[in-house]
């Protein structure tokens, strides 16, 4: 899994997507503790998007609230972050 290489302080301002564009389940790079992260967008508005992430390389996660600056879409699969959707099987009698 390659994570973005970019300081967010110099990503140009037209290039960085507004946290509204992104919806729940979005998989994105955060930029925490000086590094990007792999993570989960739960919920986004205009202003700032909050995002379970993998703050290490451990199993553990963190949640924050992050303006767009500190956000890029991602779309390798972290295996321990991203999870298989299953669907409740329909029963039948």
Do not use: C, F, N
């Not at 993570?39 to 998007?49: F, L, P, Q, T």
């Not at 609230?65 to 699969?77: K, V």
Request: glycine share 6%; proline share 8%.
């Amino acid at each position: 899994m390659s994570a973005p290489s970019v300081d967010p302080d110099r990503r140009d301002p037209a290039q960085v997507a507004s946290t509204d564009t992104y919806h729940p389940a979005d998989r994105v790079w955060v930029y925490r503790g000086g590094a990007w992260r792999a993570g989960i967008v739960e919920v986004a508005s205009r202003d700032a998007a909050t995002v379970t992430y993998r703050p290490s390389s451990s199993r553990g996660t963190g949640v924050d609230t992050l303006t767009a600056r500190y956000m890029q879409a991602r779309s390798e699969i972290d295996p321990m972050l991203d999870k298989k959707i299953v669907l409740p099987q329909s029963r039948t009698a």
